[in-house]
T-cell receptor, first 114, second 115 residues
Framework: AQTVTQSQPEMSVQEAETVTLSCTYD???????LFWYKQPPSRQMILVIR??????QNATENRFSVNFQKAAKSFSLKISDSQLGDTAMYFC???????????FGKGITLSVRP | DAGITQSPRYKITETGRQVTLMCHQT?????MFWYRQDLGHGLRLIYY???????DKGEVPDGYVVSRSKTENFPLTLESATRSQTSVYFC??????????????FGQGTRLTVV
């Protein structure tokens, strides 16, 4: 069974600075997908970024980028130029390529300070 | 409206009652999921379904029943609600075809309180 670990329960960052959220996972599969989801106070789950395991290039989406280390089974999210609207809970998630089963980490609460 | 919708958004029920949470998606995605979100636990998978009439247990299935007679609907039933089932429940869907898998798309969540 796959596991996803987010070891930091909370982080805080000053507006306009950069912050990195950590995530590790464990799997024996070679084909899978990794995601970061954002959950603001509205409770809505919003996709931030996705990474296909077969791609060596790290995914980027505007201010958001990942550091995907497949051998180390690490998938961290970097948020550049942090904005107040980035305040939310962030979840790392693993999706099996075999059965699309989606497993989440426990999440990290990110606070952006003005 | 296109998307994935859950109903009700909020529900208060009494211990021992049967409760059904509804989930409907308009994309005809093959995969559908039910999660519960609790403080300190993140999102835990209750059940998932790969297609109509195909369901499988997730991490925390006890006390829950699902069915999927139609691709677009995936109701979750609490057979006899307990206080430990007080939680926020999320339904999600995704598609996988020809080696490509979409991300999971989520409903708005249902906050269930069992008193």
């Amino acid at each position: 069974a796959q596991t996803v670990t987010q070891s930091q329960p909370e982080m805080s960052v000053q507006e306009a600075e950069t912050v990195t959220l950590s995530c590790t996972y464990d799997t024996s599969e070679s084909n899978y997908y990794l995601f970061w989801y954002k959950q603001p106070p509205s409770r809505q789950m919003i996709l931030v970024i996705r990474q296909e395991a077969y791609k060596q290039q790290n995914a980027t989406e505007n201010r958001f980028s990942v550091n995907f280390q497949k051998a180390a089974k690490s998938f961290s999210l970097k948020i550049s130029d942090s904005q107040l609207g980035d305040t939310a809970m962030y979840f790392c998630a693993f999706m099996s390529g075999a059965n699309s089963k989606l497993t989440f980490g426990k999440g990290i609460t990110l606070s952006v300070r003005p | 409206d296109a998307g994935i919708t859950q109903s009700p958004r909020y529900k208060i029920t009494e211990t021992g009652r049967q409760v059904t949470l509804m989930c409907h998606q308009t994309w005809s995605h093959s995969y559908m999921f039910w999660y519960r979100q609790d403080l300190g636990h993140g999102l835990r998978l209750i059940y998932y379904s790969a297609a109509a009439d195909i369901t499988d247990k997730g991490e925390v299935p006890d006390g829950y029943v699902v069915s999927r007679s139609k691709t677009e609907n995936f109701p979750l039933t609490l057979e006899s609600a307990t206080r430990s089932q007080t939680s926020v429940y999320f339904c999600a869907s995704s598609e996988s075809t020809r080696g490509w898998t979409t991300e999971a798309f989520f409903g708005q969540g249902t906050r269930l309180t069992v008193v």
